[in-house]
């Protein structure tokens, strides 16, 4: 017998004087129902709540009433904080005037020495201030990772509430899970070394939140 | 990792006096206690999640095959290639297997507590491979060639200085002084090998049965980048991992974080569904996931069952007064704590870890802070029960104990001895009434402080005496 057959033979030796009601119909309702669980109680308004979710995590917030104010909203957070011009974005915005703003913005992957990567988001969280972004042929994993500055772009319409109501959203537009689901809230940390809180582990040391149409 | 849970004594006492490793422990205990207790108040309902998460564990462990086979289906039709390890050692094979197969040099390696189990590093670089731990307290602990402390917390027992020192040797550069520089030094030192690994190694928090994921929760974004970077990915987990839906792990994590580090959510949750999809431009070509035994089917057959619920918060031994003491090493093997306490007898058998299951007051603050609700103090107990019944405790204890219920069944010849005991005792322990050295086992007691004298009368006397008074 191989160890998978094993391994399943033992599990179920080891349930066998357990209770299972009407096994194993109930369990496999029970994936197709996605029962939700209990959720505490959330008497907050969901545009507010993930701005200062956001804050919370250590990410910023900015605006822009427009797609075509992006470029703009981008080049003065990055002005402000005295960082770096150049860098790499989601092809979705190639077509932003970046040049414009005075950005060197190209729509590629993002390479290990890259400054800024700028991303869109599938939505966002309002819980906890929370990016969902999803890997795909336009939607590479590693802008969000490579870079020390992380840009999202997110539409105020596409802020959900939970994680509960981002799996739903997912289900009903895309059916399946891509390769990789990740869900960011605020610069990479550690506090690996006396418990003392670093930003910029291995990932981002600063996470831009931009707004689109307030 | 070689167990030596055997010689707790001993390593507990060296613990505890080592004044290095009280300063981290105190350091420690005050941040993350004050922390959870913190984030925990932002769920009003906090208790009524808890006992939920309690109910999807278990019935993860009781519908264990089905949701695996579920899970495995799923995961294949996403691309996944999916093995299953009965032992640590089958665990170490697979995973060389692959790594030959793919003409691997090169490993990064995401926090795997089961890696640990297996001793997984070892016997990479047995066979030849270059394997580099990448969060940063297992990549401190990898350099020093140690073993983590604490689960979530592996360097937890290595102060600044310390690993200044470490850094300054083993990176020649020179010597920093400040956490933050010492942190962005080894993201430096580590970013080229993220770039150039061919093979990545990680754990999963949970494996979701709906639909065929593994899921990570990590701060630091290596666990991102060992699930991305390199052309092959492995996963190691446990089989008790397994949770039906994206619902359930939406509630699970809402504990899980506020329980191990009082964050309300860590920096990234990823959850991971097969290899590189057509037309991505990243992602590994191969994703292989092993499921692994190692113990945990036994613990399931077993009366501590309730323990495979753990989602490895640390949140036990946080809260541990014995931990919070001595630190994980003492417990000597990859589970500290309470959660170790029954792990260890567990999974590398009783007689390997005779003192853990008694290394506890049973004070059950490790019962009240987990957030599965596992009651560790009754498991720790049906353990002590177990080490008795299988005889496996010293001649010297059974003996005594026998002698003890031997005079406790007759009460005639227990007043007549314990009243003995009352005078002469009285009389050694002298105008102080305190006796300063105890015979047999009674010398670990009075070996760091006195133990008050008996007054002369046993109780059953002095009850004696009072009902006669009460009469009149």
Not at chain 1, 26 to 55: K, S
Not at chain 2, 167 to 178: I, M
Not at chain 2, 313 to 321: D, L, Q, Y
Not at chain 2, 407 to 429: Q, S
């Amino acid at each position: 017998m191989s160890a998978r057959e094993n391994i399943l033979a033992r599990i179920r030796e080891a349930n066998g004087g357990k209770e299972r009601a009407n096994d194993p119909g109930t369990i496999l309702a029970r994936l197709d129902a996605r029962v939700r669980g209990p959720l505490p109680t959330m008497e907050w308004e969901t545009q507010t709540r993930f701005r200062e979710r956001c804050i919370a995590m250590m990410s910023t917030i900015g605006e822009a009433e427009s797609i075509v104010e992006v470029p703009r909203a981008v080049a003065s957070y990055l002005k402000e904080k005295n960082l770096p011009t150049s860098g790499a974005c989601w092809p979705e915005f190639a077509a932003l005037d970046w040049a414009g703003a005075g950005l060197a913005v190209e729509a590629r992957p993002s390479r290990g020495d890259d400054k800024l990567g700028i991303t869109g988001a599938f939505c966002a969280l309002a819980e906890n201030g929370t990016l969902m972004l999803l890997s795909g042929e336009d939607t590479y994993a590693t802008t969000s990772l490579l870079p020390e500055n992380h840009v999202a772009v997110v539409p105020a319409s596409r802020i959900v509430r939970t994680m509960e109501d981002a799996w739903d959203l997912l289900r009903r537009e895309r059916g399946s899970l891509p390769r990789q689901v990740n869900f960011v809230s605020g610069p990479s940390r550690t506090a690996d070394i006396e418990m003392t809180l670093v930003l910029g582990a291995h990932g981002p040391f600063r996470v831009h939140v931009i707004v689109v149409g307030v | 990792m070689q167990v030596t849970s055997n010689q707790f004594k001993k390593s507990a006492s060296r613990k505890l006096a080592d004044p290095k490793v009280q300063k981290a422990l105190r350091n420690a205990k005050g941040k993350l206690v004050v922390a959870r207790s913190r984030s925990i108040r932002e769920l009003d309902n906090f208790e009524e999640i808890r006992e939920a998460a309690a109910q999807i564990r278990d019935l993860g462990l009781l519908h264990m095959d089905v949701l695996l086979e579920q899970w495995e289906k799923k995961a294949v039709a996403a691309g996944t290639i999916v093995h299953w390890a009965e032992t640590p050692q089958q665990v170490n094979e697979l995973v060389i297997e692959i790594a030959r197969k793919h003409d691997v040099r090169k490993i990064i390696k995401s926090k795997s507590m089961l890696g640990e189990e297996t001793n997984l590093n070892h016997a990479l670089e047995a066979a030849g491979l270059d394997v580099r731990e990448t969060d940063l307290g297992e990549y401190i602990i990898q350099q020093f060639g140690e073993t983590p402390s604490h689960i979530i917390a592996p360097a937890v027992h290595k102060s600044k200085d310390d690993i200044a020192d470490l850094f300054a040797e083993k990176h020649g550069r020179p010597r920093l002084n400040d956490i933050s520089a010492l942190t962005h030094e080894a993201r430096e030192v580590l970013r080229p090998h993220f770039l150039d690994a061919d093979m990545g190694i990680s754990g999963a928090n949970f494996l979701i049965a709906e639909t065929g994921s593994t899921m990570i929760v990590t701060n630091e974004g290596n666990g991102r980048m060992t699930t991305t970077m390199p052309r092959v990915h492995v996963a190691v987990t446990g089989i008790e991992k397994v949770v039906p839906t994206l619902e359930d792990v939406a509630l699970l994590l809402r504990l899980l974080t506020r329980s191990a580090t009082g964050q309300s959510i860590s920096n990234y949750l990823s959850f991971t569904t097969g290899p590189k999809r057509s037309g991505d431009k990243d992602g590994p070509g191969e994703f292989h996931v092993i499921i692994v035994d190692a113990g945990r089917t036994q613990v399931l057959a077993s009366e501590i069952r309730e323990a495979l619920r753990c989602i490895r918060c640390g949140a036990c031994m946080n809260h541990c007064p014995v931990y919070q003491n001595i630190g994980g090493h003492a417990y000597g093997w990859v589970y500290p704590g309470p959660i170790g306490s029954i792990l260890t007898p567990a999974l590398v058998g009783i007689e390997n870890a005779l003192d853990l299951p008694n290394a506890s007051t049973l004070c059950n603050q490790c019962g009240v802070v987990c957030p599965v609700k596992i009651p560790l103090p009754d498991l720790m107990r049906k353990l002590r029960e177990r080490q008795v019944t299988e005889k496996l405790r010293p001649w010297a204890e059974r003996f005594g104990l026998r002698l003890w219920a031997w005079t406790a069944a007759r009460p005639a010849v227990y007043g007549f001895l314990t009243g003995i005991a009352a005078r002469v005792g009285k009389w050694i322990g002298g105008a102080g009434g305190l006796l300063h050295k105890l015979p047999a086992a009674g010398s670990e007691w009075t070996s760091g402080r006195d133990f008050p004298a008996p007054r002369g009368k046993t109780f059953r006397q002095l009850y004696a005496r009072h009902r006669k008074g009460a009469r009149r």
